[in-house]
């Protein structure tokens, strides 16, 4: 049964992921996206394989989207007229959220 891998990730990671996939094998598509919460651009692929690659995609994913907590710059602090605020990074749960959906049919003409 052939899979689509559809993972949304940050776009700081795009080009190490891509450049994994396409090294391994893989052929995928890429398309920017916004979060629909924080509206924040971030990066989709889609990548259509095998069952047996699902792992190996997987992986690729894995080790390759950091944490935008861990290589975010601080927020510089905003002056305001009353007091100086310090700018809050939203808190962002996962560094990529994958989908893994069942092909039905897969046709290149
Ligand atoms: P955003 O929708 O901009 O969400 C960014 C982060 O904000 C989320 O991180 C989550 O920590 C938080 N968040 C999202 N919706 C929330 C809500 N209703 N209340 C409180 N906090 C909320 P992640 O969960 O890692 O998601 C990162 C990005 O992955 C999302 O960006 C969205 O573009 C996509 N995504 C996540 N779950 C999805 C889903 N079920 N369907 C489609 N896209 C999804």
Do not use: W, Y
């Amino acid at each position: 049964m052939m899979k689509l891998v559809m993972a949304v990730i940050s776009s700081d990671d795009s080009r190490d992921v891509l450049d994994q996939l396409s090294q391994n094998g893989f052929t995928a598509t890429v398309t920017n996206s916004t979060g629909g919460f924080l509206r924040i651009g971030n990066t989709t692929i889609f990548c259509g394989i095998d069952e047996q690659d699902l792992e190996s995609v997987l992986k690729i994913l894995r080790e390759n989207c950091s944490n935008p907590a861990d290589s975010a710059s601080p927020l510089p602090e905003v002056e305001t007229g009353l007091a100086k605020s310090v700018s809050v990074r939203p808190q962002v749960s996962g560094r990529a959220t994958i989908f893994v959906l069942d092909v039905e049919h897969f046709e290149q003409v």
